[in-house]
C-alpha cells in the first residue's frame, strides 16, 4: 500500500539569498515543498526553480496578510522560520521614534505574527515523527546584550527572544517545537564574504541551515528551545 503521508510543507518569511536560500535548499533535500516570502521576490526565481519552491509576495508586518498565507497553504505545515530583522544605527538621542517603532515592528512583532498564525496551523494537525511541527527564529547576539548605538535591533531581538521562550513553554507540552537561534557573528552571502586576513570570521550559511534541520529532527526527549552559533574565532 502506498504511503499516504503528505508531503511536509516548510515556509519561511524573509527569504533571500544567504541563510534562507541555505536552509531552503536543505528543506528541499530533506522533502519539504517550500514556500518563500519575501516582501520582493523578483530575485528569487533561480532559487525557486532549484528547489521546486513556490513563491509568495509578503509583507511580514502585515497581519492579515501573514495569517491568509499560512492559513491557505496547502497540506500540513510541519516547519515555520521568521528570519525579518531591522536594524537602526544612531546614537539612542538621535535616534527617530518612528524609525525604531518600524524597526522593532519588523523585528519582533512580525516574528509574532508569523509565530502565533504557524501555533494555531500547527495544533490542528496530527502527530508525526512524535511532532506537530517546528517553528524557529532566527535572532542574533543583540537578543543576549545590547550593543552601543543598537537600540532598536537589541529591543527587537530581546523581545523576539522573549516571544519564542514564552511560545517553547506553552507550546512544547502540546507537540510543537519552538526554537529561537542566536546567530552570533556576520553570515555569508553572495554580496558578503570574509577578508583574506580573516577567512573564518563568519559563518557558512550551509552549516548554519544544517543546525536549523536538526532542530527539526531533535528528539522530543531532548528540545533545544535556544541555540547560539557562532565562528570558532569569535570573541564573546
Known amino acids: 500500500m502506498p504511503d499516504q503521508t503528505p508531503t511536509p510543507?516548510?515556509?519561511?518569511?524573509?527569504?533571500?539569498?544567504?541563510?534562507?536560500?541555505?536552509?531552503?535548499?536543505?528543506?528541499?533535500?530533506?522533502?519539504?515543498?517550500?514556500?518563500?516570502?519575501?516582501?520582493?521576490?523578483?530575485?528569487?526565481?533561480?532559487?525557486?526553480?532549484?528547489?521546486?519552491?513556490?513563491?509568495?509576495?509578503?509583507?511580514?508586518?502585515?497581519?492579515?496578510?501573514?495569517?491568509?498565507?499560512?492559513?491557505?497553504?496547502?497540506?500540513?505545515?510541519?516547519?515555520?522560520?521568521y528570519n525579518p530583522s531591522a536594524r537602526q544605527r544612531g546614537p539612542i538621542t538621535d535616534l527617530d521614534p518612528e524609525t525604531v517603532r518600524k524597526a522593532v515592528e519588523v523585528t519582533a512583532h512580525g516574528a509574532f505574527l508569523l509565530g502565533q498564525a504557524a501555533a494555531r496551523r500547527m495544533l490542528d494537525q496530527p502527530m508525526r515523527d512524535n511532532r506537530r511541527g517546528t517553528i524557529l527564529f532566527t535572532g542574533a547576539s543583540a537578543g543576549v546584550k545590547g550593543f552601543p548605538l543598537s537600540a532598536p535591533f537589541a529591543m527587537g531581538k530581546f523581545a523576539q527572544r522573549g516571544l519564542a521562550q514564552s511560545m517553547a513553554r506553552e507550546l512544547h507540552p502540546r507537540g510543537i517545537h519552538v526554537a529561537w537561534i542566536n546567530i552570533d557573528g556576520g553570515i555569508r552571502n553572495p554580496d558578503r564574504v570574509a577578508t583574506n586576513d580573516t577567512p573564518d570570521s563568519m559563518l557558512d550559511p550551509d552549516a548554519i541551515a544544517r543546525e536549523y534541520m536538526h532542530l527539526i529532527h531533535q528528539d522530543r526527549s531532548a528540545w533545544s528551545n535556544e541555540l547560539t552559533l557562532r565562528p570558532w574565532v569569535e570573541r564573546f
Open 9 to 81: 510543507q516548510a515556509l519561511i518569511i524573509g527569504a533571500g539569498a544567504g541563510l534562507s536560500a541555505s536552509f531552503a535548499r536543505a528543506l528541499s533535500q530533506g522533502g519539504y515543498a517550500v514556500h518563500l516570502a519575501a516582501r520582493d521576490v523578483s530575485d528569487l526565481g533561480s532559487l525557486a526553480a532549484e528547489t521546486g519552491a513556490t513563491l509568495h509576495q509578503l509583507d511580514g508586518t502585515d497581519a492579515q496578510g501573514v495569517a491568509a498565507l499560512v492559513e491557505g497553504l496547502p497540506g500540513e505545515l510541519r516547519v515555520a522560520c
